[in-house]
T-cell receptor
Framework: AQSVTQLDSHVSVSEGTPVLLRCNYS??????LFWYVQHPNKGLQLLLK??????LVKGINGFEAEFKKSETSFHLTKPSAHMSDAAEYFC???????????FGTGTRLTVIP | EAQVTQNPRYLITVTGKKLTVTCSQN?????MSWYRQDPGLGLRQIYY???????DKGDVPEGYKVSRKEKRNFPLILESPSPNQTSLYFC?????????????FGPGTRLTVL
């Protein structure tokens, strides 16, 4: 069985400070993991993905995530938040051989000027 | 421009009145999928299609139908909509049915069933 838990429904940071959005997953087999971002009234856009290559994955807009198998985590980070980062972020898991994605419930990121 | 389009973007209807939400992609993608997004629940998959004439149920298929007669189109059909189908719907596609391929999402259709 697969599932994703996003540990915070809402995160608020000041502009220029680090961002940490937490995600834990459960998967019976080798997972593929993604982070998607959804800006207000927009569709979802892929930020980055992990597919069993390097455990530290770099994405667009300065975001990165580290796959930690021992902790079953895939937390999203960014060194310095920008106002344009304000959006909802979804952690997603699937597994080899499967074609359905399991989404977390989302984390809304607010960036304070 | 490579994109996934959905129509209509907004729809208000009444219980029991059949409706169709269209989805079209111009990237020659084999895999297409429908999701619904509800507050506090994230996105949940309704149906997916790995290629023409091949469709399969996702996590929440009850009350929905789909068809895939052409590669580019994947309409979502609600034969008898009910208020619990009020939601934000997203269509998505990806190049092949490999789990690690990126999905491209449409802009969403906000459906209200009264």
């Amino acid at each position: 069985a697969q599932s994703v838990t996003q540990l915070d429904s809402h995160v608020s940071v000041s502009e220029g400070t680090p961002v940490l959005l937490r995600c834990n997953y459960s998967s019976s087999y080798s997972p593929s993991l993604f982070w998607y971002v959804q800006h207000p009234n927009k569709g979802l856009q892929l930020l980055l993905k992990y597919t069993s290559a390097a455990t530290l994955v770099k994405g667009i807009n300065g975001f990165e995530a580290e796959f930690k198998k021992s902790e079953t985590s895939f937390h999203l980070t960014k060194p310095s938040a920008h106002m344009s980062d304000a959006a909802e972020y979804f952690c997603v898991v699937t597994q080899t051989g499967a074609n359905n994605l399991f989404f977390g419930t989302g984390t809304r990121l607010t960036v304070i000027p | 421009e490579a994109q996934v389009t959905q129509n209509p973007r907004y729809l208000i209807t009444v219980t029991g009145k059949k409706l169709t939400v269209t989805c079209s992609q111009n990237m020659n993608h084999e895999y297409m999928s429908w999701y619904r997004q509800d507050p506090g629940l994230g996105l949940r998959q309704i149906y997916y299609s790995m290629n023409v004439e091949v469709t399969d149920k996702g996590d929440v298929p009850e009350g929905y139908k789909v068809s895939r007669k052409e590669k580019r189109n994947f309409p979502l059909i609600l034969e008898s909509p009910s208020p619990n189908q009020t939601s934000l719907y997203f269509c998505a596609s990806k190049e092949e049915a490999y789990p690690y391929n990126e999905q491209f999402f449409g802009p969403g259709t906000r459906l209200t069933v009264l």
